[in-house]
C-alpha cells in the first residue's frame, strides 16, 4: 500500500510544475541530480501550461545563477542546463542577467563547443535547441563574441546540418554568423524586445525610455516605470511575473 502511495506521490508531483519542480530535475537542488526523463515531461507540459510564463519567471528570479553555473561546469554542446537556459532565454530575467551577472560570454562559450563538437546530438531536436540557444546568445550578445576560429569550424557544420534537416532555428543560426543583413535585422528586433522591459517605462502606452531615468522594480529588477503612479497601474498586469530575483 506504501508503494502504492508514493508512486501515486511521485507521479502527481510529476505532474504539478513549478519552478521548484524544474530546479529539481535540473539537478539543482541539494543533493537532487538531474533527471532528464522527468524533465523531458515536465516541459512538455510546461508547454501547454497557461502559467507557463509566470513559472518560467519565478524559476529565473530563483535559480537562474546556479543554472548558469551548472551550464558553465559543463564540456558539451548539448546538456540539460543549456536545454533549461534556451527555455527561459527569452526572459527579461535573463537578459538582465547576461548584462549585469554574467561573468563570461555564454554565445562565445556554447560556440565553442558547438565548434569543437565531434558529432550532433544523435535526436534532431536536440540539435534545433542547441542552434536556438546560440541564436539567441548571438542575437543578445553579438557575433563578435565568437572567435573567427570557433566561427569558421562552426560554419561548416551549421551548413551541413542545414542541408541534412531544414530546420529554421539551423537556418537563422547559419544566417547570423554569415552575416545576412535580414537575419541581422531580425536578431538586433529580437534584443530590443527581450531587453525592452529592462529600457522602457513598463505602463502601456507610455513608451519613455532611457533606464538611468527610470524607476526599477526592486523585487524583480526586470521592469522600469517613469514614476510610481505608472508603476502602481502596471502592478496588475506585471504581478504574475515579479519574483524577488536572487541576483
Known sequence: MSWVSDTQASLQGLLNVTADSLAE??????????????????????????????????????????LVDAYNAQDTAFNIPMRMLNIVAYLPYFARFLLTTAKTSMCKTQARRMAAASSAPADPTYLVEMCQFLSTLLALQGTNSVSEEDKQALLPKLREWNRKYQRQQIARCLKQLEGDPETTFMADSLKKLCERSLNECGFDGCGKSGASKLLQCSRCKTAVYCDRDHQKKSWSVHKATCFPAAF
Not at 533527471?35 to 502559467?51: A, D, I, K, T
Open 25 to 66: 530535475y535540473c539537478g539543482l537542488t541539494g543533493d537532487q541530480q538531474e533527471n532528464p526523463v522527468f524533465l523531458e515531461r515536465q516541459l512538455g507540459l510546461l508547454q501547454r501550461n497557461p502559467s507557463q510564463s509566470a513559472i518560467n519567471s519565478e524559476f529565473c528570479a530563483k535559480y537562474l545563477p546556479a
